[in-house]
Structures are given as structure tokens and as C-alpha cells.
């Protein structure tokens, strides 16, 4: 059984940067694209950035493109999102998920998802 498990998220003022973790168990990290993706109260569910399986190609909301950075270690079995110059409009739980084969920007192609982490930035 596949388990993501998302971890790094929190409390900070606007202007500060966090670091988000994903840890991927259950099958083997490297046959899985991976995404971020966020969802703020009443908005839907919106795409934040992803990532091949090979690290080789990645994908941004282009509003976000700058300040975000998506990567992996597959060694670590883990996708990180860095954040970097973070607003308040950031505030959202962060989602990762995963899907096998190619990279992709809609959610409704991710397979396995995790429990999300919630990050709030103070303005």
C-alpha cells in the first residue's frame, strides 16, 4: 500500500520561507511522478508544482514560478517544495501526490495522495 506522508508545513510571517517534505512509502519512489498542490477554505484544489521521475522535468503554476521550487531525492524516497517569499495568499493545506508514468499538472491523474500539511502565512 502506497502512503505519502507530508511533513514541514507551519506558521510564518510573510516574507519567510519553508521547506515542505513528502515521504513516499509502499513502492518503489522512482516509478512515480510527483506533484504539490494546495487547497485553501471554499477554493478548489489548485496545482502548485510537479516533478518527473527522474528529476529531469518540472512544472509550475505560473504565479508561483520564482518563489517555488520543486525537487527529489530518490534515494530519500522524498519530494521537497521549497517556498520561498511566502504571502498570505499562500495559506492553504499542501497536498502531494503521486502518479505512475509521466508528469502532470491536473490532480485527477495522481493516484495516491497524502494527508496534506497546512501551511498559514501572517501578514
Known amino acids: 500500500q502506497v502512503q505519502l506522508v507530508e511533513s514541514g508545513g507551519g506558521l510564518v510571517q510573510a516574507g519567510d520561507s519553508l521547506r515542505l517534505s513528502c515521504v513516499v512509502s509502499?513502492?518503489?519512489?522512482?516509478?512515480?511522478?510527483m506533484g504539490w498542490f494546495r487547497q485553501a477554505p471554499g477554493k478548489e484544489r489548485e496545482f502548485v508544482a510537479s516533478i518527473s521521475r527522474s528529476g529531469g522535468i518540472t512544472y509550475y503554476a505560473s504565479s508561483l514560478k520564482g518563489r517555488f521550487t520543486i525537487s527529489r531525492d530518490n534515494a530519500k524516497n522524498t519530494v521537497y517544495l521549497q517556498m520561498n517569499n511566502l504571502k498570505s495568499e499562500d495559506s492553504a493545506v499542501h497536498y502531494c501526490?503521486?502518479?505512475?508514468?509521466?508528469?502532470?499538472?491536473?490532480?485527477?491523474?495522481?493516484?495516491?495522495w497524502g494527508q496534506g500539511t497546512q501551511v498559514t502565512v501572517s501578514s
Open positions: 501526490a503521486a502518479k505512475t508514468l509521466f508528469v502532470a499538472k491536473d490532480p485527477d491523474q495522481y493516484e495516491h
Open positions: 509502499g513502492h518503489t519512489f522512482s516509478d512515480y511522478a
